[in-house]
């Protein structure tokens, strides 16, 4: 990954902006605060504008920013929304949680993989020994079948440190996530996290709900399953009741959703609904993190083929 640009440097970077700004430090985003001031429902009306321009031509802050690379797009995204519901704190917490998440499921992958590599390595190095003892391979036999046997390895790490480097190749591996069955359930769990928590914002800062839903589909990280927040907003619009709209539109699919008398206010549901999802995404973190290293021992099969081969020669 780029530099700057990893989970552990990013949750630094939000720790500490979020730290800053409760302290009054943070100088840039109050300059931006105070471009984005003025007529408080007109900022809101053309929330869309806020990274995009400011009127008369002023410098806009945001944009200055995405042109040098301080924040990715879907970051900016957030930052808009955080300016335009006045809590941009939240929105530096909110993305430090997100990379603390992304960094801690990274070290815990690293950690579970351990053991299967290790199997896979010795597989493809002992076979050929094993071979060798017998006398049943010559050495450069035994080397080949070997590196044949250790190839695969060298070619996930390499791909790993490909899509790691490339966000464009992040983007794609991520979009294929989405297709695998339990983990694309996982991936629009923690989609519908940012999309609820976006919700609870908006409406706490007075946004009428068909605002909030239609603003909070807008700031989200691209995904394959983003139009069911955009049809979600829409179907409340035409005059649907949220909650029926809600559970047809699949969003809390897989979530336990909790008594309705620990809800709360109605204003509150949202809030409580991101809490219950990131509950439940700290599971999926859990379980994939330590089932998806265990796939490695699918290379064992062909390890033992490779072998197979070089002794029926």
């Not at 730290?19 to 009054?24: E, I, K, V, W």
């Amino acid at each position: 990954m780029s530099s700057g640009f990893s989970p552990a440097q990013r949750f630094v970077l939000f720790q500490s902006l979020y730290q800053a700004r409760q302290s009054g430090e943070n100088n840039w985003d109050q300059i931006v605060a105070l471009l984005s001031q003025g007529q408080q429902a007109a900022r809101r009306a053309q929330l869309d504008d806020v990274a995009a321009k400011f009127a008369d031509g002023q410098r806009v802050v945001l944009e200055e920013l995405r042109d040098g690379g301080v924040f990715l797009d879907w970051e900016l995204q957030f930052l808009q929304l955080g300016l335009a519901v006045g809590n941009l704190a939240k929105m530096y917490l909110r993305l430090a949680e997100h990379y603390r998440l992304q960094a801690e499921f990274q070290q815990r992958l690293k950690d579970h993989a351990r053991l299967p590599l290790l199997l896979v390595i010795l597989c493809a190095v002992l076979l050929p020994l094993s071979g060798l003892g017998a006398g049943v391979f010559t050495l450069s036999e035994t080397l080949q079948a070997s590196v044949a046997g250790l190839l695969p390895v060298a070619m996930i790490y390499g791909a790993l440190l490909l899509v790691l480097r490339s966000r464009s190749l992040r983007k794609g591996f991520v979009g294929l996530g989405y297709r695998i069955p339990g983990l694309g359930g996982a991936l629009s769990q923690y989609q519908s996290y940012h999309y609820m928590n976006h919700i609870a914002d908006c409406i706490g800062a007075g946004f009428t709900l068909p605002q909030s839903l239609k603003q909070s589909a807008r700031r989200l990280p691209d995904a394959p399953i983003n139009r069911r927040y955009f049809k979600l907003a829409a179907e409340v619009e035409a005059g649907e009741r949220f909650s029926t709209a809600l559970l047809r539109s699949g969003v809390l699919a897989g979530v336990e959703l909790p008594s309705v008398s620990k809800m709360g206010d109605a204003k509150q549901v949202p809030a409580q609904l991101g809490l219950t999802i990131h509950r439940t995404c700290e599971d999926q973190l859990t379980f994939w993190s330590g089932s998806l290293p265990w796939l490695l021992l699918g290379l064992l099969p062909y390890t033992v083929l490779i072998n197979a081969w070089f002794l029926g020669r």
